[in-house]
């Protein structure tokens, strides 16, 4: 499920571990975030990511980067411009 949270948790930097669902162009699992189907698999997926925290750091630097590139207010606005323009 899209929602804040998303952009909030890896716009921090933080690894982003939500359900498995649609989620906005960037957000792939094993990438930029990491997703679960399951009670069994969230419990399995956390202890996985605590335990090896260089894997967990460069999920969460790559959705932290892809935030950034293609979520931050200037992407924003450049594409407001581009709709606007073509008007």
Request: glycine share 6%.
């Amino acid at each position: 499920k899209v929602n804040m949270r998303n952009f909030e948790a890896t716009g921090l930097g933080a690894l982003l571990l939500s359900y498995k669902g649609m989620y906005p162009a960037g957000f792939e699992h094993g990438k930029t975030m990491a997703t679960y189907s399951d009670f069994d698999e969230f419990v399995s997926l956390s202890q996985y990511y605590l335990e090896n925290e260089s894997e967990r750091a460069c999920i969460a630097q790559n959705g932290n980067d892809m935030v950034k590139r293609n979520y931050s207010k200037n992407k924003q606005w450049e594409d407001f411009k581009t709709i606007v323009s073509s008007l």
